[in-house]
Every structure is written in structure tokens, then in C-alpha cells.
């Protein structure tokens, strides 16, 4: 086997047995899409880009002192600050005066717009809209705003810095102007000081002229200020992002959902210890007598073929195996069903077959399956021949059915069912103190655990019980005691299309196909 088939195996074992979950799990995946879709219906992306700082200033402003690290005029804040005042409500409302929008226009401009920062002084601005057209529209008008707020705000510090020189300016006339008095007496009465205050009367002048100058030079620049911006590339109905169309919400939704059923199921296979297929079984076990029993497969022949390998495993163990116990490995299902495939099975070579059920539960379980089925291969045993099955076994049977025995009172096969191997508190059903033959355990797939498997086939073993053969079943949902394994429809069409033909022919035909009969009677030294 190898490595690429064994994962191909997994796989398609993955789909078989939980092919319920991943598709649940991605039409989930396919509503949730459905969901967004309805959410988010399609919209359009438009990105605009623009860059700040390119504008320059009289180089009589350039010795005012700059304010915090962000240019003589403010406006130099880092890129990421300035992506924050972009999507700010601030320069949204203008941007949405100026698109004519209503209320809840603005409140669905402000939640579309995106900013950030692209290098030290440009930024990316994106704004998503019903149509291209309306997209790229409102990602110039918020560019736009943008740098009108930021020609606003150079303009007025422009004025206050124009008005703080004039201020200056008219500061240092007056206090030149306060010095011609002092410069009169002086000049009369003392030279030397005199030249003191001229000098002094000088600077003030000189002041206030670099003052007015300055002021003036602002008056004339905050004429022409733009806000130090441009937008390099503006957004085009061209140019714009289309969001997932509807159908692509819930084609991506399906994808999702199928890829994580698939990874549930993956986890799941994993750390779950319950067995799926017969290599599970296998193995723990170590054995190849496992045989599949489901609704689609013929009970009978699965029956007969299980007989037979019971027949060949025992007597290479010098097990004599004219009783069989057959039991489920745990009571989350009865195994009934495993019971009736290997008595159909029996039914085509051997004349008398008996299944005998032991516990109380059993024999009910039995009862309700085989009563008021006239068509079924065995009938209830009452008198004498009850009397028989139950001095054979060495104890008395909750149910007994079978078919007429040997002239000796004897029957071909005896199947005893023994109920669970575990029962609820996990302790494991005996069988009566002389049997002594082989055991076929009945394996639920899905429900059945590697770890009781090895144990109950460690402790069968141990008790001189050895596990020859596994019946691999399918365990079919309801209550713990209530339904048997497999399709009762399937059982009872199998017993009717191909038990009772076998029956039918064999009816007064002497020679055994099979040999069963001959070869018991080989081994124990019994007559007929």
C-alpha cells in the first residue's frame, strides 16, 4: 500500500462517513455569505493621492521661530496625524457641503472614508460609493476640503503673524517717537548722552521697518496661499475598486464552509478513537476475518461467508465451534442483526440452526424482530425442543429460535447471543461455565472504540473465548436498545429473496454444499 493511496483511502473515507457534516458545515458557510451579501452590497473604491509642504514663504518669514517641529505656519504635522484630520468629521462636512449631501449622506461619507499615510508628507486617501462615479467624486471632495482646511489654516496664521509685525512695527515707532524729548534735553546739556539715545532712537526705527516689511510681505503671500498641497492624482470613476458581487459572497462562503468541514472532520479523525473502517479494526486487532454488514449487502451471503471463516479459524485453534457466541462489543446497539446474518448464512447448509439469547434484554430485542414473521428462516422453540437447546447450553435462554434438530436432539449450530461485551458500568457478560468455542464480536462503525475493541478481545482471549472473526456493522441512529444494526427492511428482503430460496432448495437434497454438518461431526465424534 502505498503512502498517495493510503491518503487517497483517507480520504474518500473522510467524504463517505461524514459527507452530513462538511456539507452542513458549508451550507453554513454559503448562509453566513449570504449574509454579508445582504450586508454589504456592491460598492465601488476610489483612491485619491495627495502631497503637502510643496509651497514656500518671503524669506522674511523664514526667521520667525517654527512651532513645534510643524513649519512656520503649523501645518508640516506628521503624515499619520494629518491621515487622522483627513477622515476627521471636520473635513468630511465639508467635503459633504460641498456634494449636496443630506444628513445621512454625511454620516455614510464619514464611515467610507479611509486615509494613511504613504511617506513623510504624502497621503492615500479612499472613499467607497455606490457607483464609480459617486465614488470618485467624493474622494476629491475630501482631498479637496483637506486642503482648503489646510489653506485655511496657513492663511491665518499668516494674518496673525502680519498682524503680531505690524504690531511690532508700530510698538517700535512709538517708543522711537518717546525718545525725542530725552534726545532734545540731552543734545542741550550733555553729548555723550545724547549719542546714546540717537543710537537707541536709530534701532527702534530700524525695527520697526524690518517689521513692516515682514507685514507686508505676509499681506501679499496670504493672497496667493493655497495650503501648501496638491492633489497629484485625483480619483476617476475609471479607476475604482469593485467590491465581491453577491454570488461571490456565498460562492467564497461554500468554499469556506467546505474547507473547514473538511478541516473539522481531518481534527476530528485524528483524536477521536472510534472506528471507521475495517483498517481501524484490523490494526488493533491484528485480524483479517472481518466482514461489512449494512443495508445494501446480501445478510445471507455475508452470513455464510462468516460461517466459514469461523469453521477454518477454529479449527486451526482446536476450538470446536459447533456453538458460536456472537456479541456487540458495547450496548450502544444490539447487534441482532449480526446474530440473524450468520443464522441466514447457516440456513443454506446446515438443516438445524438455533440462536439462543441469554440476557433478558436480548431475548426481547429477538422477540420483536422475529415475531409474527411467518417468512423468517427460524421460528420460536417451545417443549421439547426448547428443552434440548437449554440442556445443550447448560442454563435457560431468555429466547431461543431455531429450526428443526438432528434426530439426536442435537442442532448443526448453535448461536448464542450474549449481549454486549461491555455493559453500562463496563464490565463484561459471561457466558455459561461449559462453553467453550469461539466468539464473533460485532463492531459498530462510528460508535465503537479501538481501546474496548483491544480489550475485550485481550480479555476474550485470556478466557479461553478467542475472538475468531469481527462482524463490522453499520449502527443505525435511535436509542441505545431500540433498533438493531442495518436496515430491518434490508434484513428481512434478504432472508425472503435469498435465505428461504436456499432453504427451498435444499429441502429433502441430502448433500451439504458446505460441509459444516460433516465437519463437526468430524470433530466432536457425533452421529446423526
Not at 464490565?427 to 466468539?439: M, Q
Amino acid at each position: 500500500m502505498t503512502d498517495s493511496w493510503s491518503v487517497w483511502h483517507e480520504a474518500k473515507q473522510l467524504l463517505r462517513m461524514h459527507w452530513r457534516v462538511i456539507v452542513s458545515v458549508m451550507i453554513l458557510g454559503g448562509l453566513v455569505g449570504a449574509g454579508f451579501a445582504l450586508r454589504n452590497p456592491v460598492n465601488y473604491t476610489a483612491r485619491a493621492e495627495l502631497v503637502t509642504g510643496n509651497y514656500s514663504l518671503p524669506e522674511e518669514v523664514a526667521v520667525q521661530p517654527a512651532i513645534d517641529k510643524a513649519g512656520a505656519l503649523g501645518l508640516e504635522l506628521p503624515a499619520e496625524t494629518q491621515a487622522r484630520i483627513v477622515a476627521s468629521p471636520k473635513i468630511v462636512d465639508v467635503a459633504a457641503d460641498a456634494l449636496h449631501l443630506d444628513e445621512a449622506g454625511r454620516i455614510g461619507l464619514l464611515s467610507n472614508v479611509k486615509a494613511s499615510a504613504t511617506t513623510d508628507n504624502s497621503l492615500s486617501i479612499s472613499v467607497k460609493g455606490a457607483t464609480p462615479e459617486a465614488a470618485a467624486a467624493s474622494v476629491n471632495a475630501v482631498a479637496t476640503a483637506y486642503l482648503q482646511y489646510r489653506a485655511d489654516i496657513g492663511r491665518a496664521e499668516m494674518n496673525a503673524l502680519a498682524q503680531r509685525a505690524h504690531t511690532a512695527a508700530r510698538d517700535s515707532l512709538d517708543s522711537a517717537a518717546a525718545l525725542d524729548e530725552p534726545l532734545r534735553t540731552a543734545q542741550a546739556s550733555n553729548a555723550g548722552y545724547a549719542a546714546s539715545i540717537l543710537a537707541k532712537r536709530e534701532e527702534l526705527e530700524r525695527a520697526a521697518r524690518a517689521a513692516e516689511s515682514i507685514a507686508a510681505a505676509l499681506d501679499v503671500a496670504v493672497q496667493s496661499f493655497n495650503g501648501g498641497g496638491a492633489l497629484v492624482r485625483p480619483g476617476t470613476p475609471e479607476d475604482v475598486d469593485e467590491s465581491l458581487s453577491p454570488p461571490m459572497f456565498v460562492i467564497l462562503g461554500l468554499v469556506v464552509g467546505l474547507l473547514a468541514g473538511l478541516a473539522f472532520t481531518v481534527i476530528r479523525r485524528q483524536i477521536s478513537d472510534r472506528i471507521m473502517d475495517r483498517r481501524d479494526i484490523s490494526r488493533a486487532t491484528g485480524l483479517a476475518e472481518i466482514f461489512e454488514l449494512d443495508g445494501k449487502r446480501d445478510i445471507a451471503a455475508v452470513g455464510q461467508l462468516l460461517l466459514r471463516s469461523v469453521a477454518q479459524s477454529s479449527s486451526q485453534l482446536g476450538v470446536p465451534y459447533e456453538q458460536v457466541a456472537v456479541r456487540p462489543l458495547t450496548p450502544s446497539r444490539f447487534g441482532a442483526a449480526g446474530l440473524l446474518a450468520l443464522a441466514a448464512g447457516g440456513q443454506g447448509d446446515l438443516k438445524s440452526v438455533a440462536v439462543v439469547a441469554l440476557p433478558e434484554d436480548t431475548g426481547a430485542e429477538m422477540s420483536r424482530l422475529m415475531g409474527n414473521r411467518t417468512s423468517a428462516p427460524l421460528n420460536a422453540l417451545t417443549g421439547q425442543d426448547l428443552a434440548s437447546v437449554n440442556s445443550e447450553i447448560g442454563c435457560t435462554a431468555a429466547a431461543v429460535f431455531g429450526t428443526t434438530p438432528a434426530p439426536g436432539g442435537t442442532y448443526d449450530l448453535l448461536l448464542l447471543a450474549t449481549g454486549p461485551h461491555f455493559d453500562a458500568a463496563g464490565r463484561h457478560n459471561t457466558l455459561p461455565a461449559g462453553f467453550s468455542g469461539p466468539t464473533v464480536l460485532v463492531v459498530h462503525r462510528k460508535r465503537d472504540r479501538v481501546q474496548d475493541l483491544e480489550q475485550a478481545l485481550d480479555e476474550l482471549n485470556a478466557a479461553n473465548l478467542p475472538v475468531v472473526a469481527i462482524l463490522f456493522a453499520e449502527a443505525e441512529k435511535g436509542s441505545t436498545g431500540k433498533r438493531h444494526l442495518g436496515s430491518l427492511a434490508g434484513v428481512e428482503r434478504s432472508w425472503k429473496t435469498t435465505g428461504m430460496a436456499r432453504i427451498d432448495r435444499l429441502r429433502g437434497t441430502p448433500a451439504r454444499r458446505w460441509g459444516w454438518a460433516e465437519n463437526q461431526r468430524a470433530t466432536t465424534g457425533s452421529q446423526p
